[in-house]
């Protein structure tokens, strides 16, 4: 059971997402083209928003960071980003570079017969979504599917074949859309 802090903490950080990854136009912010905002325009925006009573501070943001299993946001001279994610308008820049070898996808089996004839696609965000273990490929596919079909991915082929890669964070590599020469069921 989640308590009262764990349950506040997830709801301020799914707004976080929201502005930073799909709506900043919505909070009154323009992100950079990196993706980032002045933190401090942010922690404004985000409570004028979402009235948080204590009010969203700095401190609050670091702690919900440091306490997720995932790594979804970056502070750096005094500006917010989210890693990935993305949906807004526009491609956010994100570094290039080269992927390890072997990537992986978790997906819903229902969406199988597309992925086997389109591609992997970036469907409603801005880039493919890949996993750089199989652990975490089974946690983002349950989100759509109990049981997930899991894509192993020839990241180094698709790369050489000239493929774009980018860095998200350590676990999570973002891609153009992948034809689906490049990948195969586990199982
Ligand atoms: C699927 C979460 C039909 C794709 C996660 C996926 C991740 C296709 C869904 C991050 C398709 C899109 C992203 C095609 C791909 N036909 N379906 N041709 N190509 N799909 O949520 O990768 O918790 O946009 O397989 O952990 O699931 O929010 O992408 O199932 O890291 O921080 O279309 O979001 O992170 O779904 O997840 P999504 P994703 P957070």
Same mark, same amino acid.
């Given at each position: 059971m989640k308590s009262n802090d764990q349950r506040s903490n997830v709801f301020i950080s799914k707004k976080m997402s929201y502005c930073?990854?799909?709506?900043p136009g919505k909070y009154g912010l323009t992100l950079d083209e990196y993706g980032f905002v002045s933190l401090s325009e942010f922690l404004k925006a985000m409570n004028r928003m979402h009235h948080f009573r204590p009010k969203l501070t700095e401190m609050k943001i670091r702690e919900i960071m440091n306490a997720s299993? *995932? *790594?979804?946001f970056e502070i750096k001279d005094n500006k917010i980003c989210a890693l990935y994610g993305h949906s807004i308008p526009g491609i956010i820049k994100r570094k290039q570079a080269a992927p390890p070898a072997i990537l992986y996808h978790g997906t819903a089996r229902r969406f199988l017969p597309n992925i086997r004839k389109e591609g992997l696609l970036p469907m409603g965000r801005q880039y493919v979504h890949l996993s750089v273990d199989l652990a975490m490929a089974e946690s983002v596919g349950k989100r759509r599917d109990a049981h997930p079909a899991i894509l192993i991915i020839n990241a180094k082929q698709a790369y050489q074949d000239g493929i774009n890669f980018y860095v998200g964070n350590d676990e999570v590599w973002l891609c153009d859309h992948l034809p689906s020469q490049y990948f195969h069921l586990i199982g």
């Open positions: 930073l990854r799909h709506n299993d *995932k *790594k979804r």
